[in-house]
């Protein structure tokens, strides 16, 4: 326990000072930039001595600014969690933080600066330190995470856990922490009360039940236990009581599909903690963000993809002599059809063809899909592979149909009327890419789609949508999942 506590201090002062020293170059730098490069030329009577110094016009304002704005730039990355490493951040997230951070404390500064009149105080300067903060704050974060990441898929500080529980939540946990050995937990093996001891779940053992807890966590070094069964409150409660007592870090894993609601706010009813729970809705000023952003992102892809889309337009055509695109009709937000359009890449008349193949369908629900589809052309299976036979929805969105990201629309003959949770998805416009598209795309299963799609209906948030984005590029470029 000491050990780690000198660690994480360690960790602290290190990150701190790295953090000090970006700042305060991010700050002098444009300053003295600004004054000796393209500042007002000074005359000098004694030009031999101009020639060796350095211009330091209102250097104690300046100072007193820098010195100001560092303090305050440093308490909002603390109040960030940005001076411990959480592996769980994921980089995106990481720069995200230090952008809130930075935005909120230039703010302030600006403010300070505009009450205080500090006329000697270069707008252009400013903006430069502004713009360096950013850079240099996260550039550093991200040089750091790629460094670590690499240690720790070589062995470095790796986190044997034990999970306890094997029910889809365990199965998902196994899945993501083989699928990212950045995270560095080495798993152990499964507590579970309704397993046989020695047994395999999920590649792993049983290592034996609650009672065994303390004697597991010794023989095998546990530093994460990871709760994945937390319906009974009591035998939680008891577990991370013996957890601590243990020096082992507890974590619990609620199903994120059946907790759909954020909390708000905790505060407290005399001595009770009370959770005050509540649904996100979009609506009014939300859906007013969500649609600027959907036309501004839209407009801009549309521009920037004009030359790719005219060739891939060009390759459709001279493949087949076909028609290039593929429209069909799809329900809407409230359930109004509108028509969808995607790259042909399918023969002509592959609708009436599926007839026939329905009997190879590989997905559940009213979903169609075959890995080897017959259906689909030669250049049909790269277009679905990296995902540009959706390109053409971009213009879906522009007309306000769709959103650059929202639940997967459906074909009106896969939408059932009488399923609640199909028509929940019809709440808002259906989206090019979701969580769907981050979590797996066609290998994801039907009913896992609409759970995520109703989760992701439950939680939106702008900051949500620009992550989902950010991870949607990765995703297509693996080109993993898509057919």
Known sequence: MFRQEKLNSFIFSLYLLADLVFIYLAFFLPYFIRWNFFGPQITSPFPSHHANSMLLPSFDQYSKLYISWGLITVSFLFSQKLYQTNRLFSMSRETLLVLKAVISSTLIMGLLVFFIKAIHISRLVFLGNFILLCFFLSAWRALKKIILRKLIVRGY?????????????????????????????????????????????????????????????????????????????????????????????????????????????????????????????????????????????????LVLLLPPLFIIAVAIKICDRGPVFYVSRRYGRNGFPFNFYKFRSMVIGAEEKMEILKSKNEKDGPIFKIKDDPRVTKIGKLLRKYSLDELPQLWNVLKGDMSIVGPRPLPIGQIEKNDLDQLKRLEIKPGITGLWQVSGRSDVSFGNLVRWDIWYINNWSLWLDFNIILKSIPVVLKGKGAY
């Open 157 to 301: 500080n790796n986190f044997n856990v034990l999970i306890v529980g094997s029910g889809n939540i365990a199965e998902e946990f196994v899945k993501v922490a083989n699928d990212n050995p950045a995270y560095g937990f080495k798993i152990a093996g499964f507590l579970d009360e309704h397993k046989t001891k020695g047994s395999q779940v999920y590649g792993h053992k049983v290592l034996g039940n609650l009672n065994d807890f303390e004697k597991v966590a010794r023989q095998h070094f546990i530093d994460d236990v990871v709760i994945t069964n937390p319906e009974n409150r009591k035998d939680i409660a008891d577990l991370i009581r013996r957890g601590k007592e243990s020096n082992v870090s507890m974590r619990v894993i609620q199903d994120p599909f059946e907790l759909a609601l954020d909390v708000i706010n905790v505060y407290r009813f005399g001595h009770l903690p009370i959770f005050d729970y509540s649904v996100k809705r979009l609506h009014g000023a939300n859906l007013i963000d969500k649609r600027i952003m959907d036309i501004i992102l839209s407009s801009l892809a």
